[in-house]
C-alpha cells in the first residue's frame, strides 16, 4: 500500500445521498492518502453531546442543517489535507455548496435509489421514510445538487472493498500518488 503526503492541503468532499457509503469508504480511504477524515454527522453529534436523530426531533431539521453549516466552516478552517464525509442533505444547501467548492473537491458517491433502499442502517437517518414515493421525491430533488459535483463516482453494484478502491483510484492522482 502505498501512500503520499500532499505537500498542499487537499480537501475531499463525499457527497451523495443517505447510505451511499460515504462514511464507511472514507474511514478505508483517507490513511491510504494520507488524509484525516473526518465524518460531518460525527463531528455535530460531539460538538452537540446528542445523536443527529435527537437534534433532529428536538430542535428540527432547520437547526440541524445550521449546525451542519457552522460544522463545515470550522472543519474547512483546519489547514490540513481532509477527506471529509458530508450528511446526504448538506449539498443542497447553498452556503455548505459554496463552502465545500471553496475550501476543495466535491466527489458523488452515486448509487442508485433502488439500492439504497435495499441497505440497513436507515433508522438513524431521520430524513428516510418507508414511504418509497417519498424516497424517490428527495432522491429526485437531491439528485440535481449532486450533479454539480467537481468529481462523480458511480457505485452501483459495488461491494465496499471494491467502493473504496474506485475512490482511492479516483483521487489518488491529486494527492501525486500514481
Known sequence: MQTYSCSDPKRFFLIGF?????????????PRLSLAFV????FIESQA???IVRIFSQFGETEF???????LREVVARNEGMLIATGGGAFINKNCEQIMSN???????????EELSTRPSTETRPL???DVKVQRS???KRLTH?????????????????AAERLYQLLAPFCNIR
Open 128 to 130: 428516510w421514510s418507508d
Open 18 to 30: 443517505m447510505g451511499v457509503g460515504k462514511t464507511s469508504i472514507g474511514r478505508i480511504v483517507a
Open 103 to 113: 475550501a476543495g473537491t466535491t466527489v458523488w458517491l452515486d448509487v442508485p435509489l
Open 138 to 140: 428527495l432522491f429526485q
Open 146 to 162: 449532486y450533479q454539480k459535483a467537481d468529481l462523480h463516482l458511480e457505485l452501483s453494484g459495488t461491494a465496499l472493498e471494491e
Open 65 to 71: 442543517r445550521r449546525r451542519e453549516e457552522n460544522a
Open 39 to 42: 465524518d460531518i454527522d460525527d
Open 49 to 51: 453531546n446528542m445523536s
